[in-house]
């Protein structure tokens, strides 16, 4: 096996593990967002959220690890979709934003 076998098979790995990584925090943003809207007794609107930026950041910890920001919808009388959004660095939650309507905002930083 030459390098550019090696290359290619650790590129792989890595694609592999980045999609499995991706699918668990994607699964931990949907709960969030959920016990969220159960919270707030609002409706989460296609039971998803959808990722709208990637990039690394710094934990506590001083690890390096992905920074995602999720996206969701939800409605409060079943006709009008308002925005939240869901901060996760690593596995943990680092910002939570709901737009309520009565102009009343939660957010949240940090796990809780």
């Given amino acids: 096996m030459d390098?550019?076998?090696?290359?290619?098979?650790?590129?792989?790995?890595?694609?592999?593990?980045?999609?499995?990584?991706?699918?668990?925090?994607?699964e931990r943003a949907i709960?969030?967002?959920s016990h969220a809207c159960q919270?707030?007794?609002?409706?989460?609107?296609?039971?998803?959220?959808?990722?709208?930026?990637?990039?690394?950041?710094r934990k506590p910890n001083s690890?390096?690890?992905?920074l995602r920001f999720y996206e969701f919808e939800?409605?409060?009388t079943g006709t009008e979709r308002r925005k939240g959004l869901v901060v996760v660095l690593g596995m943990a939650q680092q910002y939570f934003s709901m737009d309520l309507p009565q102009s009343r905002t939660i957010t949240m930083e940090r796990d809780v």
């Fill in 39 to 57: 919270g707030a007794q609002v409706q989460l609107l296609d039971s998803t959220v959808t990722l709208k930026k990637i990039r690394f950041a």
């Fill in 74 to 76: 939800f409605s409060s």
């Fill in 31 to 33: 709960k969030l967002a």
């Fill in 63 to 66: 690890h390096i690890a992905l």
């Fill in 3 to 26: 390098f550019t076998d090696t290359a290619a098979i650790l590129l792989f790995i890595g694609l592999c593990w980045f999609w499995w990584d991706s699918l668990k925090v994607r």
